[in-house]
């Protein structure tokens, strides 16, 4: 229910965004930025964790030395991320981020960090609810700031971010004390826990994974004209909502109850695909009828798709899904490697297969369906190879 709330109010954030400032370079600069800042946290930081530390927390009593880890984990990898941007803010020719854009992008991506730590402990002790709840109050906020912003006419991509990271403490502050943690034990222990690097493919994977569409709004950021990133936001925004609900809700309970032992690998996997499946069939029975009439309606805007775009997209984010819970639990199933190699692979050929020339938003849809449904089918191929696939739920 809490992340079913939060998604909800995303989404009426998204949609706030586009009746304000339309399909335009600032709503652009927006979009872009933010997905920026969930780009590099799947990056560098939800990678560290998200698959890692319900499984370590399991196998560990020692609590509080797992959570000052991946605190020490954190910090490493920021401080390295700052010094990358930083690098590319020194390059003159360049002149892709401002000085406070840097400093605002490092701020966030700590604070997220830390936050999603101690909301996966939460997590851990089945506090589902209090764990979820961090979308809903980020985008409760942000409905509040970006009215305020742009009727005092200084919302831009730096002010949007800059309010966001005050959200992100807010829930941080939330998450920490409702959980059982204690900051005076926690700071005794960090001082004594020494943080030493693991390379793991699931870190790789899950970049990968995520980036399909950020990558997209980087060809059109280079390519394309004014609003085309607002336009492919409006055109994926409500199956992103479906699947957004589903990752948040389901396979979060899921998962944890995958790592404990009280659920079946393949009933687990069922689960998912049917959801999924209904859900999503559902999704474009609707917007199938008259997509154009529900794009003015939900965006004002003047925007109609023909039913193999929705077609394609809906399935597209319905594969997504699926995957989405298979590579989260890659790590603890030991095909992260597999997972990883072939996600290089379609890396690869989508950065080749871009570049060959002007590149249109119905063959970035296309080419997303297809190499994720081959990344679905060689995910299930290799969970039924490596464990014994039961025909009945009866353990």
């Not at 560290?48 to 609590?63: F, H, K, R, T, W």
């Not at 941007?85 to 701020?107: A, D, K, R, T, Y």
């Amino acid at each position: 229910m809490g992340t079913a709330l939060g998604r909800l109010v995303g989404f009426f954030r998204f949609q706030l965004l586009i009746f304000l400032l339309g399909l335009s370079t600032v709503s652009d600069n927006i979009i872009y930025y933010y997905t920026l800042v969930w780009f590099l946290y799947n990056f560098f930081i939800s990678p560290l964790l998200s698959g890692v530390v319900i499984p370590e927390l399991e196998e560990s009593n020692d609590y509080n030395f797992i959570i000052c880890k991946h605190l020490k984990e954190l910090i490493f990898y920021s401080v390295i991320l700052f010094s990358g941007l930083l690098v590319i803010f020194l390059i003159p020719q360049l002149e892709l981020f401002e000085l406070g854009m840097i400093i605002n992008l490092f701020i966030i991506l700590l604070l997220m960090g830390f936050n999603e730590l101690i909301s996966l402990y939460n997590q851990f002790k089945n506090k589902y609810f209090t764990y979820s709840i961090n979308p809903l109050i980020w985008n409760l906020f942000s409905l509040v700031y970006t009215v305020i912003l742009y009727y005092l006419g200084i919302i831009s991509a730096n002010t949007y971010l800059l309010c966001y990271s005050v959200s992100v403490l807010v829930t941080l502050i939330f998450q920490f004390y409702t959980s059982d943690l204690k900051l005076k034990i926690i700071k005794d222990k960090f001082k004594t826990v020494r943080y030493q690097f693991h390379f793991k493919y699931y870190h790789i994977a899950s970049v990968i994974f995520t980036s399909a569409i950020f990558i997209d709004f980087n060809f059109l950021k280079i390519s394309a004209e004014e609003g085309s990133i607002s336009f492919y936001s409006v055109l994926n925004k409500l199956p992103e909502l479906f699947a957004s609900f589903i990752a948040g809700t389901i396979i979060v309970v899921l998962f944890n109850n995958l790592v404990k032992n009280k659920i079946i690998l393949e009933k687990a996997i069922n689960i998912v695909i049917v959801l999924t499946l209904a859900s999503f069939s559902l999704l474009y029975l609707i917007i199938s009828h008259d997509s154009g009439q529900i794009i003015n309606y939900l965006f004002n805007t003047e925007l109609r798709f023909s039913a193999s775009i929705l077609l394609a997209i809906t399935s597209y984010f319905a594969i997504f899904t699926i995957c989405s819970f298979l590579v989260r639990a890659s790590y603890f199933l030991k095909i992260d490697k597999s997972i990883t190699l072939l996600l290089l692979l379609i890396l690869g050929i989508k950065f080749y297969y871009y570049t060959q020339g002007a590149i249109s938003i119905v063959e970035m849809i296309n080419f997303n369906l297809v190499s994720y449904s081959i990344l679905l089918l060689f995910s299930i191929y290799k969970i039924i190879k490596n464990n014994v696939w039961h025909l009945s739920y009866k353990r």
